[in-house]
């Protein structure tokens, strides 16, 4: 089964991008969609988007114009990048997979990484 | 956007015990609607998917089912590991969980 791990910065500047990677092992990429999720402290996930190797990212549509998902199969990681923060964007990042028939339902987590944003 | 809502926020229970936890969305979406467990410090897993079927490795005590905008998480008897938050996911347009529910002793 794939597992995964994030890895990002801990802390950002709202002035600069944020760059979080998830490195994928266990099984091969292509059997897999991945998602990019987000937890503030105390409340629920929060969808970013999702992305395949094959198609097109779809964000949600609140991160849909600074948010950006790719996949990079040869270094076997997913990437994402996200402009323009805000205090509000302080939360811990998650990495999640799932494989074909579970639609967007996430069956594999990442152990997550805290991003701060600092103004 | 479809809204999320759980209840009730914490459920005390003792070992054994019957644990009731709803799910509301503000519009139906089918059957597209996931329950996922969180302990302290961990990310949340998934334990049932499209309304009732348990995911790998749940075990039976874990009981959902529902319809339209109403759902229900049942543990049929809690045990000590059951602690835990408990998140209600739809997949409209795009997934949005509910606040949780927090299962404690």
């Known amino acids: 089964q794939v597992r995964l791990q994030e890895s990002g910065p801990q802390l950002v500047q709202s002035s600069d991008p944020l760059s979080v990677t998830c490195s994928v092992s266990?099984?091969?990429?292509?059997?897999?969609?991945f998602f990019w999720m987000r937890q503030p402290a105390g409340k629920g996930p929060e969808f970013i988007g999702r992305?395949?190797?094959?198609?097109?990212?779809y964000y949600n549509s609140s991160f849909q114009y600074r948010a950006s998902m790719s996949v990079d199969t040869a270094r076997k990681e997913v990437h994402l990048t996200m402009s323009s923060l805000t205090a509000a964007d302080t939360a811990i990042y998650y990495c999640a997979a799932n494989s074909a028939g579970y639609d967007y339902f996430m069956t594999y987590w990442g152990q997550g990484t805290q991003i701060t944003v600092s103004p | 956007e479809i809204v999320v809502t759980q209840s009730p926020a914490t459920l005390s229970l003792s070992p054994g015990q019957r644990a009731t936890l709803s799910c509301r969305i503000s519009?139906?979406?089918?059957?597209?609607i996931a329950w996922y467990q969180q302990k302290p410090g961990l990310p949340p897993r998934l334990l049932i998917h499209h309304v009732s079927q348990r995911a790998a490795a749940i075990p039976p005590r874990f009981i959902a089912g529902g319809s339209g905008t109403d759902f229900t998480l049942t543990i049929t008897s809690l045990e000590p590991d059951d602690i835990a938050v408990y998140f209600c996911q739809q997949r409209g347009s795009w997934p949005t969980f509910g606040g949780g529910t927090k299962v404690e002793l």
């Open positions: 992305v395949h190797y094959a198609g097109r990212p």
């Open positions: 266990g099984d091969s990429m292509n059997h897999y969609y």
């Open positions: 519009q139906s979406v089918g059957n597209y």
